[in-house]
């Protein structure tokens, strides 16, 4: 898809995103959180609404939401708290001032066009059994925006967030935000790691600020990697996680990655590709 703003469009339900008109229903959402036979609790959540789902090739879970569209899968034993809560940020991330209108409507048409999907798992065992974005319930840490982002970190933000860019915005914008080299966002990225590197140097060159060293992490994977570290310190997220998080990414801070990456900054803030402003907390239009 060429880089710019997509006419408005459907979602699965038939309602338009981008137009002036609140979507409704917003969501549905499958759930049960226990036997995977047992019945289905439509739940309370004001936007969403708890569906069975039988999809092919999530077929091991038993429930899922649909976030504008795009599908959040979960096995029998996740807990609906999380669940719904997982369908909260995503919501948040994707329509960020909470209008009930999706932000970016390109954006939209990418996740969906490109089969984008979420599944949530509780056993070990469970992950990586689907081809698609995962996320543990127990990483998923609600709590966490209560506390003044102390604590146990919430990796939904980070979770959700990759599949949003890696199956959204890597697509919708490919010229500025593929994860292939040569791009607006593979290029700072190069900067921040001291060099283009296909594979993780030891060590990285001294002054490098982004310096992930997961040797099974592609170059690919480390540019969706490095979006979501610069994405979530601008909004906020790793202001509290310094120590804990220096080893990977050095800019915790708006003010440190306004200063020090002005490639990535110059991006993450133009308005052409609408990214999130205001972080989620997993409280959806409430």
């Known amino acids: 898809m060429d880089d710019g703003v997509a006419a408005p469009l459907k979602n699965r339900f038939g309602s338009w995103v981008g137009s002036p008109f609140p979507i409704a229903p917003l969501f549905l959402l499958a759930s049960c959180g226990g036997d ?20 092919q090739g999530f077929t091991e879970t038993n429930r899922k939401v649909e976030v504008f569209g795009v599908p959040i899968y979960a096995y029998a034993t996740v807990e609906d708290v999380k669940l719904l809560h997982a369908a909260n940020i995503m919501a948040q991330y994707l329509d960020n001032n909470e209008d009930g209108i999706v932000d970016n409507s390109t954006l939209l048409s990418a996740l969906i066009s490109n089969n984008a999907a979420l599944y949530m798992w509780k056993q070990e065992r469970q992950a ?21 982002h102390t604590g146990r970190f919430d990796a939904a933000l980070e979770e959700i967030w990759h599949v949003i860019t890696h199956s959204g915005f890597a697509n919708a914008y490919p010229t500025a935000l593929s994860e292939e080299a040569g791009t607006s966002l593979t290029n700072a990225m190069d900067i921040a790691r001291g060099g283009h590197f296909q594979s993780i140097p030891s060590p990285y060159p001294g002054g490098a600020w982004y310096t992930y060293d997961d040797q ?34 050095k800019l915790n801070t708006e003010a440190k990655v306004r200063q020090t990456d002005t490639a990535v900054y110059e991006l993450l803030t133009d308005p052409e590709y609408m990214f999130p402003t205001t972080l989620p907390d997993g409280t959806y239009r409430r």
């Open 216 to 249: 099974t992490c592609d170059y690919g994977c480390m540019a969706g990697e490095y979006i979501y570290w610069a994405m979530t310190s601008v909004l906020g997220a790793q202001e509290n996680r310094a120590g804990e998080i220096q080893q990977e990414w």
């Open 36 to 55: 995977v036979t047992g019945p289905i609790d439509p739940g309370s959540d004001p936007n969403f609404t708890i569906v069975a789902h039988s999809d």
């Open 128 to 148: 990586g059994s689907i081809n698609a974005q995962d996320l543990g319930a127990d990483e998923s840490i609600p709590a966490w925006h209560t506390n003044g």
